[in-house]
C-alpha cells in the first residue's frame, strides 16, 4: 500500500490538465462464504477483493479510472491516463493542502469478533444449523441452497481538498434458496439474513434456526395463495420490510442522478407539496445497527440524517459530490459504490417513513375489502414502480379473510404517495438487503410504520 | 498472461497434499465515454484482473476441493495454492468430479477475431458521431450516449493437462443511449444500447428506430377489463422474461427437480415454433464467449427443437451428473451470486431464441384484436422458476383490426413459462439483445412473440 505523500503526487498528477478535484479510493476486502446444500457442504471459499479507483472532477464532466495494480507506478499511469482523459489544457492547477485531515467518528456498528478471526468449523457449525432447521421444518423441501458469506471491507479515501479518511465496515449474511413441493407443484423462494455484525451474531443459535424454519414455512404457505381478481382497493402495507414501499415509489427517484438526468417526476419539485401530509421520509446512514449504516460514505463525507420529504413537502434529494453539483448541491453523504470498480453515486442507505399517529388496527377494521401485505419481495423503481407481493391477505369485512398469490403492486410513485391515509404508531426495522443500481450492489434497509393507502390498483 | 506465469511455475512442483490445481484468470480492460450536448460529461478506464483458484486434496476422507480468489496480484502463487488447499479439508468429497484437461483446439473462436483495440481519440470521435447525428433528428430531446470498448482476456493453467495454458482474448463495443424529452408537459424517458465486434458496426440508425418506435406507443389511454386475450409480446419484453426465465434450462435445475421441465428431456414441452439455442456468438450483438471458467469451449447448443426439449446448459458436474457432455456453460456471475462469484453454476454465453420472417407489425396484423404488450418491469420478481409461474407488469396496446388503438398501463400478464412457450403461434424477426445487468456476463437474444391466449389483469384507471 502507497503511503500519503505518495498518494499526493498521483492526485497532483491527475490534476495536473487542470481538474477541479481529484480522489483516490483504495478497497482491501475479505469475504469468505461456505455453501450447503441440502445437507452437504461444499466447502469455504475465501475472496480478496483488492484495487483502487482515481476519480477526477471538472464542472459537468468527471473521468474514472480503476485498476487492481496498486503499485505507486501503476497508480502513478492511471492518474495520467485520467488527467489526458479530461484534457482541460488549463495551466493552472489545483492546490493540494499540506495537511490531509480526516473526521473522528464513532462507528453505528462495531464489531465483536471479526469473522477472518473464525475458524471455518465454526462457519460449518452455523451452516448444518440453518440447514437442517429449513430441512425439518416441516413442508416437502425438493432444493435447499444454504450460503454462509461474511464480509470484511477496509477503504481508504484521500482527495484533492485534503480529505484522508478510513472505514472499515463487516457483516455477515445467510441466504436461503428453498423449493417447496406439494406433490403436485413446485414454489421457488429465497431470503437474506443480514446482519451489519460479526460472528457474534451467531452466538445465539435460535435467531438464525429460526429465521430457517419460518422461510421455509411461510414460503410452504405462499403456494396456497389465492389469485384475487383486478380492483382498484384499499392496500394496508404492515410496518417492517414493507418499507420498500418507499425505496422503490421514490427513493430512486430522488437520487441526484436520476434528477440530473431529468428521469424523474420529483425533478424541479423542492419545496412543494408531494406526498400526503402524513408522509416524512428520511434517509439516514448513521442509526446503529442497521445494514445501511457506516461511519462515512464512499466518498469519505460524513453520513447523515437527510428529510426527503417533510409532511408531504419536498425537501431534499440524495446527493453525491459529482451528480449533487450538477443540480447546483452539496454531498449529503449519499455517494455510494460496490467496490472500487465504480464510481460513487448517488444511494439510499436506511431509508424509511416517519411514524405517524394513526390507529394500527383501525387500518385494517375499517376496509369492507381490500388488500393487506406482511411482507414485500422486491421491486423495481422510477417513475413507474412494482412490488411484489410475498405474503398478502385478502381483506373482508374488516378481518384477513384469506390468504392471496401471485400479486404485483405497480404505480406511479407520485400518485401512490399521495393516497398515503394512514400510518401506524410503531415503526419496526427491517433486516437489510441489497440494492442494485448504477454503481453496483450496495447494503440499504427500507422500513415504516403500518401505513395504508386509501386506493390502489392491484393485479395478479 | 503474465499474471499466470508464477502459477504455471508453481505448478510444476506443487505442495504434497495437492493433488491437482487450476488457475483461471480473467483480465477486463475496458475504455468507456459519455457524450452529451457535443461535450464530455464522463469517461472511464479500467484494467482488472481477476484469479480463480481450485485444488484437489487428497485426505483421509477423499478428494476435496479448496477454492480462493483474489485480485491482489502481489500475492505469492504457492502461499495462494496453500490457502486454497487449506479450505479443502472443510469440503464435500469429489473423488467422483473432475478438472478438465484442455487443448489448443479450444481456442477456435466463431465470428471475426479483432488483434487490437480501437484508440481513445477513435472511441471519442465515434460517440460524437453517433450523438450528433441524433441530435440533428431529435431536436426537442436531451441525448446522452455513452460508448465502451471491452477486452475480455481469460487464461487457465492447470497442473494435469499436457497443454497447460490456454488463453482467449475478445473485444467487442457497446453504445448505451437515455433520452429525455416533454411533450403536452409530460415527461419522457427511454433508454438502450447496441453491441458489436466492431466499432463502426454501432450505427444511430439502430437508436433512431428504437426512438421512433418508443413514441409510437404514446396513444391515447385506453381501459382494458381483465380477461384472456391474443396477445403479441414486443421483443424487448420476451428478453426481459428469459433475463429469469433461462434457469428454467439448467442441468442444476433439472436434476434438483427445481424446473417444470424436470424429467422432460426429449418430449414435448413447447410450440413447435420455438428454437431456443445457447451461442457463443449471434450476428445481432457483440457478445462472444470462448471458454467456459471450466476450460470448456462455449459451442452451439440446441435446448429446444420442433417443440422437443433437447438438452441443457451443464457445468462438468451436472453434465457427469446426467452422463452427458459438459457444454460450455459453467459460469460464475448469474443471478442471485450477489458480489461474491465463487460457485460454478450453469450459465448461458448468449441464450437465443431463433428469429422467424415477419415484422412485429405483421404479427399484429395476424392477430386482428388483442393486445400489444411493448414493456415489461421487473421479472426478477415476478417468475418463479420452479414452478414457471409469473406475474409480470407490464405496458400494453390495445389493437384492433390489427391497428394499434389505445395504450393501457398498469396491467399484468399472468400465466407459466410452459404454458405461455406451448401457446406460441409465430416468431418475429425484430431481435433484443440483452446483456444482463451490471455483470455482463451473459446476454439473451430474443424475437417478438405472437401467443394464442395470455391471461392479462385490467389497465389501472
Known sequence: MIHEQEARKILETALKSGAEFAELFFEDREESNMKCVKEEVQGLKTVRIFGAGIYVISGTSSIYVYSNDCSYEGLLHLAKQASEMINLKRKEQIRIPDRFQGPVMSNPNPVKIYPATVEGRKKQKVLRETAKAALFAGPEILSLNTDYFDTDQRIWVINSEGLSVKDRRVTTRLRLQVAVSDGRQSFYNWEDYTHPSGFEVYEREQGYTEFARDMVKRTRQMMDGVAVPPSNVPVVLEAGSCGTLWHESCGHSLEACAIAAKNSAFVGKLGQKVASEKVTLIDDGTIPGLYGSSVIDDEGHVRQKNILIENGILKSYLCDRFHGSMIGMKSNGCGRRQNYTYAPTARMSNTYLAPGEDDEEEMIRSVPEGLYVKSIGGGTGGMQFSLEVKEGWWIKNGELAYPVKGLMLTGNGLDVIRKIDRVGKRLEYDGGGFCGAASGLIPTTTFQPRVRIAEMAIGG | ?461
Request: net charge negative; glycine share 8%.
Open chain 2, 1 to 461: 498472461m503474465r499474471e499466470l506465469e508464477g502459477y504455471r511455475k508453481a505448478m510444476e512442483c506443487l505442495p504434497s497434499q495437492i493433488a491437482e490445481a487450476q488457475v483461471q484468470a480473467d483480465r477486463t480492460e475496458i475504455i468507456s465515454i459519455a457524450i452529451m450536448n457535443g461535450e464530455q460529461t464522463g469517461a472511464q478506464c479500467s484494467d482488472v484482473t481477476e484469479l480463480f483458484i481450485r485444488v484437489l486434496v487428497e485426505t483421509e476422507e477423499g478428494k476435496k476441493e479448496g477454492f480462493y480468489y483474489t485480485q491482489n496480484l502481489e500475492e505469492e502463487p504457492k502461499e495462494v495454492l496453500s490457502q486454497a488447499a487449506l479450505h479443502a479439508y472443510l469440503a464435500k468429497d469429489v473423488s467422483k468430479e473432475r478438472f478438465l484437461s484442455f487443448d489448443e483446439s479450444h481456442m477456435r473462436l466463431e465470428g471475426k477475431e479483432t488483434k487490437d483495440g480501437e484508440s481513445w481519440d477513435k472511441i471519442k470521435k465515434r460517440a460524437l458521431e453517433l450523438e450528433r447525428e441524433l441530435n440533428r433528428e431529435n431536436k426537442n430531446a436531451q441525448i446522452m450516449i455513452r460508448l465502451i470498448q471491452t477486452k475480455e482476456t481469460r487464461g487457465m493453467v492447470n497442473s494435469v493437462s499436457d497443454v497447460r495454458c490456454i488463453e482467449s482474448s475478445l473485444f467487442r463495443y457497446e453504445a448505451e443511449m437515455e433520452i429525455a424529452e416533454e411533450e403536452f408537459n409530460v415527461p419522457y424517458f427511454y433508454g438502450c444500447s447496441q453491441s458489436a465486434e466492431r466499432l463502426e458496426d454501432l450505427s444511430h440508425e439502430f437508436f433512431q428506430k428504437k426512438i421512433e418506435k418508443w413514441r409510437g406507443m404514446r396513444l391515447k389511454q385506453g381501459k382494458l377489463e381483465a380477461g384472456e386475450y391474443p396477445v403479441v409480446l414486443d421483443c424487448e419484453v420476451t428478453a426481459n422474461l428469459f433475463a429469469t426465465a433461462w434457469q428454467m434450462f439448467t442441468g442444476k435445475n433439472y436434476l434438483s427437480g427445481s424446473t417444470p421441465y424436470a424429467g422432460k428431456k426429449g418430449k414435448a414441452v413447447m410450440s413447435s415454433v420455438l428454437c431456443i439455442k445457447n451461442m457463443p456468438s449471434v450476428p445481432e450483438g457483440g457478445y462472444r464467449y470462448g471458454v467456459d471458467c471450466e476450460g470448456v469451449p462455449v459451442r452451439p447448443l440446441i435446448l429446444s427443437e420442433n417443440g422437443i426439449l433437447k438438452n441443457l446448459l451443464h457445468t462438468i458436474a451436472t453434465a457427469d451428473a446426467m452422463k452427458e457432455e459438459p457444454t460450455g456453460t459453467a459460469g460464475r456471475k448469474a443471478l442471485l451470486s450477489g458480489n461474491i462469484h465463487t460457485e460454478i453454476i450453469p450459465v448461458p454465453a448468449n441464450f437465443r431464441i431463433e428469429k422467424g420472417e415477419r415484422s412485429t407489425e405483421d404479427l399484429l396484423k395476424t392477430m386482428g384484436d388483442g393486445i400489444y404488450i411493448f414493456e415489461s418491469f421487473d421479472v426478477f420478481h415476478s417468475i418463479n422458476i420452479a414452478s414457471g409461474e409469473f406475474h409480470v407488469p407490464c405496458k400494453g396496446i390495445i389493437v384492433k383490426n390489427g391497428v394499434k388503438e389505445a395504450v393501457v398501463e398498469g396491467i399484468t400478464i399472468n400465466g407459466t413459462i410452459q404454458d405461455l412457450l406451448m401457446n406460441v403461434e409465430e416468431v418475429g424477426r425484430e431481435m433484443q439483445v440483452r446483456p444482463m445487468d451490471l455483470l455482463k456476463s451473459y446476454t439473451v437474444c430474443t424475437p417478438a412473440l405472437r401467443i394464442t391466449a395470455l391471461k392479462v389483469t385490467g389497465s389501472q384507471s
